[in-house]
């Protein structure tokens, strides 16, 4: 079964919302995933606990970072959610049971720094070097029309991983929080606007991850009434 991580040691970095929203987008097409929460905080148990029952389901699956992953049956793809922090042997059993990891990056040179040498560990891990594990990188929560997006897509590119864009700030995306929701389930216009910027991701998960699936509809275009 394939296996998604999001890590970034650095707190705050998005690791939650990137693990939801992806999650979202999963169930919305009909995916038999399941969302693995390995952090003490339990961001995703309380998300999942806000979300609606109106909007497609996710099953959660709380996870002890020192015991053995067992995925349960039933489910395709699983997806894991880790805590700041993650370092050594626990972040290499996160690895080891990973195909892919997308580490979420914030604007500022902290963040970029830190990551860096979250990164770093990683990239030398034999999971790594030999292939089985694919890393990339996401911008996230990076201002829109500042200089954060050039710079975070060339110190990606410097690094040599996969750059898989930015995802803008919004304030949006704490009340997507607050209603259990994600830019996949709230159809307002303001959600569905800022899923552009997860569709490289999203492009790129199915040709990595998910296999072919059909993408979320297209926003709607109002139609012009013409009058004869
Ligand atoms: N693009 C964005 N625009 C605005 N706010 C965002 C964006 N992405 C995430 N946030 C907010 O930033 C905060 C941190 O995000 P999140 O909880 O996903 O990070 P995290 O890496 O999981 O944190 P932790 O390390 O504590 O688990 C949250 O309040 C979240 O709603
Ligand atoms: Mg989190």
């Known amino acids: 079964m394939p296996v998604l991580a999001i890590i970034n040691a650095k707190g705050g970095s998005g690791k939650s919302t990137v693990s939801t929203t992806v999650s979202a987008y999963a169930a919305k097409v009909g995916v038999q995933l399941i969302l693995g929460d390995l952090d003490p905080q339990h961001s995703v148990r309380t998300w999942l606990r806000l979300r609606p029952s109106s909007l497609p389901a996710i099953s959660g699956w709380l996870l002890d970072a020192g015991r053995a992953f067992r995925t349960p049956v039933g489910v395709t793809h699983a997806i894991l959610d880790t805590p700041s922090g993650l370092s050594g042997y626990h972040l290499a059993r996160v690895v080891m ?114 296999g072919t699936l059909p993408k979320p509809e297209p926003k709607r275009v109002p139609q012009r009434i013409v009058n004869n």
């Open 97 to 210: 049971a990973s195909n892919l990891v997308i580490v979420p990056v914030a604007a500022s040179a902290f963040d970029r720094e830190a990551a860096e040498a979250c990164i770093e560990n990683m990239r030398r891990m034999p999971r790594v070097v030999s292939g089985l594990c694919v890393l990339a990188i996401l911008g996230m929560r990076i201002p829109k029309g500042s200089s954060a997006e050039r710079v975070t897509r060339a110190w990606a590119v410097g690094l040599d991983i996969k750059f898989l864009g930015v995802v803008h700030y919004s304030p949006l995306y704490i009340s997507l929080v607050d209603a259990g929701s994600s830019v996949f389930d709230d159809a307002g216009e303001d959600a569905t606007g800022l899923r552009d910027d997860w569709m490289p991701l999203i492009d790129w998960l199915g040709e990595t991850y998910f």
